[in-house]
């Protein structure tokens, strides 16, 4: 069944995504407390704009990651693009992943499986990558499909079968260049200067 056809009574069928900064941990190890706090909430800031400008709504940010609803996946795609380009000249990497599935609304937040699937998809991306499960790349329009990978299958952590997902193309050859350049600078700044438990309202995400 399709994740429109599982909707019930009380229940809105939204994407949901999740965005976390690699590899933060390290950061504050690389460059001290302070310079590493101004690049993550540089890095968070950039996130949650790219979020509201396409059309998508921040639930909140969780430590180092932001968690946000869209009203369809190529919305969701967008953003998380969006999200990635942000980040092609900045010395820390973003995951992220999401899921299309029916939610339970509450004032400015939801509940349900779809929220801890999209955490658990960001989390098994690298860095710079964008993944997302079959139910959100079978809601997207033809042309954004063909940024899908083949599918793989996972295992989740809290779901019974695997969870089959697609990585998604989201740059260019010339934007590829651009990443691998500033990473490559941003080690050599490094070198000079020498369980992930997420919580959301009532629900725990390990």
Known sequence: ASAASDVYKGQRLLTILFADIG????????????????????????????VRENGGEV???????????????DAAFMGAKSIQQAHLG???????????????????????????????VAAFARDDELVATVDAVEQLSPDIRLC???VDDIDVKGIPIPVSIH????????????????RRVHHVVSFLNQHLKLQYGAQTLH
């Open 23 to 50: 590899g933060s941990g390290v950061l504050y190890e690389r460059v001290g407390d302070e310079k590493a706090y101004q690049l993550i909430a540089q890095s968070l800031a950039s996130m949650k704009l790219a």
């Open 59 to 73: 639930l909140r940010t969780v430590g180092d990651s932001v968690l946000a609803s869209f009203a369809s996946s």
């Open 90 to 120: 900045m010395p820390v990497a973003v995951r992220v992943g999401f899921h299309t599935g029916p939610v339970i609304p509450d004032a400015a937040a939801v509940y349900g499986h779809p929220v801890i699937i999209a955490a658990r």
């Open 148 to 150: 899908a990978s083949d």
């Open 167 to 182: 990585r998604l193309d989201w740059r260019d050859q010339k934007q590829s260049s651009t990443r691998v350049s500033s």
